[in-house]
């Protein structure tokens, strides 16, 4: 009697997500010429640099939010390469609303010519503090909630679209449809009322007060708790 194959045990597939994650980062912690190429770049190129990120690290995330409701970090239908296409994409905008946000604010609400303004450009401070929050908190109420939805139409056609870049760009996106059906409960509820004041507010105030060429890859990085906050929505009734 043949024996069936036996799968992947899951612990191999955990082992190889940590230290992929960690090829990504300790290069650049640990050697100098890496980390001035990684600086230049992102100061430099920082839009197609946010592209970069964003595809890798907030694409990782979304395979990490399978594997804790599914077990598995990717499974037919799932779409790697599509969501790390929407995902460079979304970086991109991203990056550019985190420069949009970090200039304008702090001018808008204290003036030009403030201390806080000032203290955005120098070393930690209470100052500074306020001024990262200020940003934080205008990012998160008026760009994060049309980010989520646009996120969620893209992510519900990938999956209507079994996966594949072919099914994406041949089929029609339907931003109508998908709006009227999404869970506007849980989108509600949990992923703006929870997520942003209690999550993304505190989170980007630390990336606000990071300094420039980290702010995006720490933005992207959490990407990956996104896959797990967006498990957990998946899970909600």
């Known amino acids: 009697m043949e024996k069936t194959p036996q799968k992947p045990k899951p612990i191999l597939f955990d082992t190889l997500f940590v230290l992929a994650l960690a090829l990504l980062f300790i290069p650049f912690a640990i050697n100098e010429t890496m980390y001035g190429w990684f600086k230049f770049a992102s100061d430099t190129y920082a839009l197609p640099m946010g592209f970069v990120k964003f595809a890798i690290l907030a694409t990782m995330g979304e395979m990490l939010g399978l594997r804790i409701r599914k077990g598995v970090y990717n499974e037919p239908g799932f779409g790697i390469a599509s969501r790390a296409l929407i995902w460079g994409f979304l970086g991109v905008v991203i990056t550019a609303a985190l420069m949009a946000f970090q200039a304008g604010v702090?001018?808008?609400?204290?003036?030009?010519?403030?201390?806080?303004?000032?203290?955005?450009?120098?070393?930690?401070?209470?100052?500074?503090?306020?001024?990262?929050?200020?940003?934080?908190?205008?990012?998160?109420?008026?760009?994060?909630?049309?980010?989520?939805?646009?996120?969620?139409?893209?992510?519900?056609?990938?999956?209507?679209?079994?996966?594949?870049?072919?099914?994406?760009?041949?089929?029609?996106?339907?931003?109508?449809?998908?709006?009227?059906?999404?869970?506007?409960?849980?989108?509600?509820?949990?992923?703006?009322?929870?997520?942003?004041?209690?999550?993304?507010?505190?989170?980007?105030?630390?990336?606000?007060?990071?300094?420039?060429?980290?702010?995006?890859?720490?933005?992207?990085?959490?990407?990956?708790?996104?896959?797990?906050?967006?498990?957990?929505?998946?899970?909600k009734k």
């Open 106 to 235: 702090p001018t808008a609400l204290y003036g030009a010519d403030s201390s806080v303004v000032a203290a955005m450009s120098g070393s930690f401070s209470s100052l500074k503090l306020l001024g990262a929050f200020s940003i934080s908190l205008m990012l998160n109420d008026i760009f994060a909630p049309v980010f989520m939805v646009f996120h969620k139409i893209t992510d519900t056609h990938i999956a209507q679209t079994g996966g594949t870049l072919k099914g994406f760009f041949t089929n029609k996106l339907d931003f109508s449809n998908i709006l009227q059906n999404l869970n506007w409960s849980v989108q509600w509820k949990f992923v703006f009322m929870k997520t942003i004041p209690f999550f993304w507010v505190p989170a980007h105030t630390i990336t606000f007060i990071l300094l420039p060429e980290f702010q995006v890859l720490f933005a992207a990085m959490l990407g990956i708790v996104l896959g797990v906050i967006m498990s957990i929505a998946a899970n």
